[in-house]
């Protein structure tokens, strides 16, 4: 899926994209794992599937949506069978865990599913349409004790992995501000026209364009700098091309650490260029078209005149972590299911202060 793939590498980067598709061959004692493929509706769902195709040690076994001729159509690309009920799957025990790719209004229903019984667990953000519904998956997960994560690739950037461990180690001195960009141009390409309708759709738990990938810029965030005590918020759509759909936003956001953070998302520009940027007292982090400009005097050599090149190797993409974790990894990087609802809460707080003009506590 050609959309799929260029805006993902666009705000992910080519590393981001790298880890997800390379190919990475089991060696012939580790440990195989049988997956079911839960809801195949996401625009991310093609891409997913090359993934899992190219891990010997996986297998799918069985594929479900409640879109029949969809479910069949992956499931024939995965050399799997297509099931009429998702029970199959849940009482299947060969099957250690499954990848939720369905609406977002689906999750709910799917996540306490899989947690019950005790399929591990990859699903595609957001985990929940609101707060209350990831506050109960993310207790229904934990009751379980299963292995979870969810599709927060920016975590995989070796440039923001980078930036993280330098924050902790205080080389920018007291932090003053902090930025994240995630934006794409799906709506001008026109990507939600046909068979992912369903994303511009409320009744099927669309949130909107800047929900549906500012979480991954908040993620960032949070991620970075912890939680968060009030955010304020402009949201609206640009072209109208989807009725009652927001393309766009900007919000602040007050980090109980006393730092001010900024995020943009949208779906309405064609490139990215300003991804991230943590600034203090002590000198700061940007990241400029993928590019990482470092300056503290706390670092030898980051004067911030070039490009920063000592960087981390990354880690996977997130599914493979929990194929990884699944197959008995230690220290996976796993987003906890907690992190995945506070990411929620936030994002419902940053709506209703779009809505009520004004800043809401969270």
Not at 4 to 32: C, E, H, I, N, Q
Not at 81 to 87: C, E, G, L, P, T
Not at 97 to 112: D, K
Not at 169 to 191: D, I, M, Y
């Amino acid at each position: 899926m050609p959309i799929t793939r260029r805006s993902f590498v666009k705000t992910v980067g080519a590393a981001g994209a790298a880890a997800l598709t390379a190919r990475m061959a089991a060696p012939a004692d580790k440990k195989k794992i049988t997956l079911g493929f839960v809801g195949c509706a996401h625009i991310h769902t093609p891409m997913f599937i090359t993934a899992l195709k190219t891990r010997e040690d996986v297998t799918v076994k069985a594929v479900w949506d409640h879109d029949a001729a969809r479910a069949a159509k992956r499931a024939g690309e995965l050399g799997a069978k297509a099931v009429k009920d998702a029970a199959e799957i849940w009482g299947d025990t060969d099957i250690a865990g499954v990848v939720i790719a369905s609406e977002t209004g689906r999750h709910a229903e799917l996540v306490a599913a899989a947690a019950k019984a005790k399929k591990h667990i990859f699903v595609e953000k957001p985990l929940g349409v609101g707060a209350k519904d990831a506050t109960e998956m993310a207790d229904a997960v934990e009751k379980a004790g299963v292995l979870f994560t969810t599709g927060y690739a920016l975590r995989i950037v070796p440039q923001h992995i980078f930036i993280k461990e330098h924050v902790a180690k205080g080389n920018f001195g007291t932090l003053v501000r902090a930025h994240c960009s995630f934006c794409n141009e799906c709506v001008l390409q026109g990507a939600f026209d046909d068979e992912f309708k369903w994303t511009v759709d409320a009744k099927c738990g669309a949130l909107g364009g800047f929900a549906d990938v500012g979480t991954h810029a908040l993620d960032m965030l949070m991620w970075l700098l912890g939680d968060v005590e009030a955010v304020s918020a402009d949201i609206r759509s640009v072209t109208g091309r989807y009725k009652d759909c927001d393309e766009t936003g900007q919000a602040t956001i007050r980090f109980k650490s006393g730092v001010t953070g900024t995020i943009s998302a949208g779906w309405v520009e064609p490139s990215n260029p300003v991804g991230l940027l943590v600034s203090g007292t002590e000198g700061h982090a940007a990241m400029f078209n993928e590019r990482l400009y470092l300056r503290t005097k706390k670092v030898e050599g980051a004067d911030g005149a070039r490009p920063w090149g000592k960087l981390p190797l990354g880690p996977s993409h997130p599914l493979l972590q929990l194929l990884d974790a699944i197959g008995g990894k230690k220290d996976q990087p796993l987003v906890t299911v907690r992190e995945a609802a506070a990411r929620v809460k936030v994002m419902e707080a940053l709506y209703q202060a779009a809505r009520e003009k004004k800043w809401v506590a969270v």
